[in-house]
């Protein structure tokens, strides 16, 4: 596999970069929601207890999503650090060269298909 050529190597940054931009958008707006609708649960608390549970889990599912989105965040930075290191593009566990498709697809990878899948695995 050849390496990334430059012009591969920009294209991925900026899709990085604007992901990243989404994301701390997303993760900002998701807090803020969860801590709008937990205001909104102490007021139907103080009335009557009908929705409570409704509402507090969607504040929750909110917090969810935010974890994952700062998850992402996380690897995002893990990708910029290894493009800044000229390691970007190789497998964080077997250092093969990540295939293109894949980066495309998803920039943020750090692992080539198998180890991604070995990785998965082990997590479960
Ligand atoms: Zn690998």
């Known amino acids: 596999m050849p390496p990334l050529s430059p012009a591969d190597l920009a294209a991925l940054r900026e899709a990085l ?3 990243r931009a989404q994301l701390s958008a997303e993760i ?3 807090l803020t929601d969860a801590r709008s609708e937990r205001i ?3 007021a139907v ?3 009557d207890g009908g929705d409570r549970a409704a ?3 969607a504040g929750d599912l909110d917090i969810a999503q935010a974890r994952r989105d ?3 965040l996380q690897e995002i930075e893990g990708a910029e650090e290894r493009i800044n290191a000229r390691t970007y593009g190789q497998c964080i566990d077997c250092s093969e060269d990540i295939p293109i498709a894949r980066l495309r697809a998803y920039p943020a990878a750090a692992r080539c298909n198998q180890c991604q899948q070995a990785a998965e695995k082990a997590r479960h």
Do not use: M
């Open 55 to 57: 509402i507090s889990s």
């Open 40 to 42: 909104g649960t102490d």
């Open 70 to 72: 700062a998850d992402e």
């Open 45 to 47: 608390a103080s009335t």
């Open 28 to 30: 900002s707006d998701k």
């Open 17 to 19: 970069l604007g992901r």
